[in-house]
């Protein structure tokens, strides 16, 4: 049986009000004219107060995205249910991409997300997948260190950008040269292999900060 998450910890907890207003900004910045690079939160609703992102492949990996109310303090946070012996990952992602950097030196920077995983032992790693103007898709992925506690909601940390080389890249010109301008695409989550049964995942606060402001956004990784 799945079990109910705990209450979320200090340093990720925040009152409604100011997620609310930071899911407005965000969209403000996704969605103006100029296309000007996210600097911040990416809304897990839009406007409507619809659900803001999606599964690659849920019916045939037999996989389930939903926005559910976590509490009145953080209000609405993304589920996520897999059987890791169906398919081995889930891909996560925007409805539409998230335009990150225009060129090389805005490209650098962390994407940090809240994460619940019941089990904790059911999620080996989360990557990060982003696109270039050409379609390729080039993927980072997290720390080696990071690792979930059982019962309590983690900040995971994922530098991306020119200073970091990506593990693989596929699709669009297959060059491996990243064409500028890029946007965030999707965050995919590993499954442990020979894990049995049902995993349910939690997500909130999808934020990229670029480096210049990182300073701002300390990156947490969750203890041993």
């Known amino acids: 049986m ?25 969209l403000m910045f996704t969605t103006r004219a100029d296309d000007a690079p996210l600097r911040g939160v990416i809304p897990l609703a839009d406007a409507d107060g619809a659900c803001n992102w999606q599964l690659s492949n849920a019916k045939p990996w037999r996989q389930n995205i939903s926005l559910m109310d976590y509490s009145p303090a953080i209000g609405k946070v993304l589920q996520v249910t897999a059987t890791p012996t169906v398919f081995h990952y889930s891909e996560l992602r925007p409805n539409k991409p998230v335009l990150i950097a225009r060129n090389a030196e805005e490209f650098n920077g962390l994407l940090q997300l809240d994460l619940f995983s019941d089990p904790a032992d059911a999620m080996l790693q989360v990557c990060v997948r982003i696109q270039d103007s050409t379609g390729e898709l080039f993927q980072y992925h997290q720390p080696e260190t990071t690792r979930l506690r059982t019962g309590q909601w983690s900040t995971l940390t994922i530098p991306v950008g020119t200073p970091y080389k990506p593990r693989s890249n596929w699709a669009g010109n297959k060059d491996g040269v990243i064409d500028y301008p890029v946007s965030f695409y999707a965050v995919t989550i590993d499954y442990t292999r020979g894990f049995i049964g049902q995993t349910r995942m939690l997500f909130d606060q999808f934020t990229w900060t670029p480096a210049k402001d990182a300073d701002k956004a300390t990156p947490q990784t969750p203890a041993p």
């Open 2 to 26: 799945l079990s109910p998450p705990t209450a979320r910890l200090c340093s990720t907890r925040r009152a409604a009000p100011a997620v609310i207003i930071l899911a407005v900004f965000a």
